[in-house]
């Protein structure tokens, strides 16, 4: 496995063609994307997570886990430390448990170039949840939420104000927002702030605002005539602590229930596998272009740009001219 996700990162032929024939054997997994602020406390939720789906059920009713932890790269030397393992050392050992470290390599939006391609591994492998952690540089990391089926946005208290949480932009794509290091001071302020954001970015909250039921029955699907959307969901943890991962988790499977009742699943799948084909295409077409042109008239063109001859954008017309 290991071998094949080095494969799949180096984006080499023997990778692709694996992800040729692995493809039809996908489509099982949950995937979970994990995102938010440094310092939220990213890597101790998912290490807490994931236990708490090995330690669930027993002998083969166990879920296999696979955990993708996605490290900046440095724009300088290029290098990641690759580190998020040091905090899921509770996890060595577990053979249902596969942690694999990518480096982001520029990539923006908080994944890597690979991560999708890596999903489609583990997915093929067996593994029946994917916890996917991003980056987390702070309100731009929404990549997450064209891969993952349930996004989780990590806060903690003291990272800025209420109006720091409303302009938040990374907060609009959480299914369930967690605020972690519960335990410090601050805490309620941080609740009282995300549900004043979600009550004026999400109005069917107010149409539907019994939290305890997120969705709808099946048996009231059938006669409204609009299905209702999903109401965000806030839960605390202390991940450390161990504290609020069963309440989590009981979250995630209500979510998961609402997107296979109501659909959602198989409209964020094509979704998913549109953005793919999008994002692939892209770098196709650019690599094919990049081979086409005449590498004296693109350095004429660019020479021009530099100089400031031309517009970059009339040196983009050139060049596609040909």
Do not use: C
Request: net charge neutral.
């Amino acid at each position: 496995m290991a071998r094949l996700l080095t494969q799949i990162e180096n984006d080499t032929p023997s990778g692709r063609a694996a992800l040729a024939e692995l493809f039809r054997h996908t489509g099982r997994a949950h995937l979970i994307g994990v995102t938010g602020a440094p310092g939220t406390g990213k890597s101790s939720l998912v290490n807490q997570l994931a236990r708490f789906y090995r330690q669930t059920g027993s002998g083969a009713a166990r879920p296999k886990v696979a955990i993708i932890a996605v490290d900046p790269s440095s724009p300088f030397s290029g290098g990641a430390i690759l580190g998020d393992r040091v905090r899921m050392r509770d996890l060595a050992g577990d053979a249902g448990v596969f942690i694999r470290s990518m480096a982001a390599r520029g990539s923006l939006g908080g994944l890597s170039a690979a991560t999708a391609g890596a999903v489609q591994a583990f997915d093929a492998a067996g593994y029946e949840m994917i916890l996917i952690e991003t980056v987390g540089a702070g309100q731009a990391e929404v990549d997450i939420a064209r891969l993952a089926h349930t996004t989780l946005v990590i806060e903690a208290p003291g990272l800025g104000d209420d109006i720091q949480a409303i302009k938040a932009g990374i907060l609009e794509i959480a299914d369930i927002l967690v605020i972690n290091k519960a335990d410090q001071p601050g805490a309620d302020n941080t609740e009282r702030a995300l549900r004043n954001m979600l009550e004026l970015a999400h109005p069917v909250g107010r149409a539907f605002p019994e939290a305890s039921r997120p969705f709808a029955s099946p048996g009231q699907m059938e006669t409204a005539p609009n299905i209702p959307l999903w109401m965000p969901l806030i839960r605390r943890t202390v991940a450390i602590q161990s504290l609020g991962i069963a309440e989590l988790a009981e979250a995630i499977a209500a979510h998961r229930q609402y997107l296979q009742e109501s659909g959602e699943w198989q409209r964020r799948e094509r979704q998913r596998l549109s953005s793919d084909l999008e994002t692939l295409l892209h770098e196709a077409l650019i690599a094919r272009w990049r081979a086409a042109v005449d590498e004296e008239y693109y350095r004429s063109v660019a020479n021009a740009l530099l100089t400031r001859q031309i517009s970059p954008h009339e040196a983009v017309a050139r060049l596609l001219r040909g």
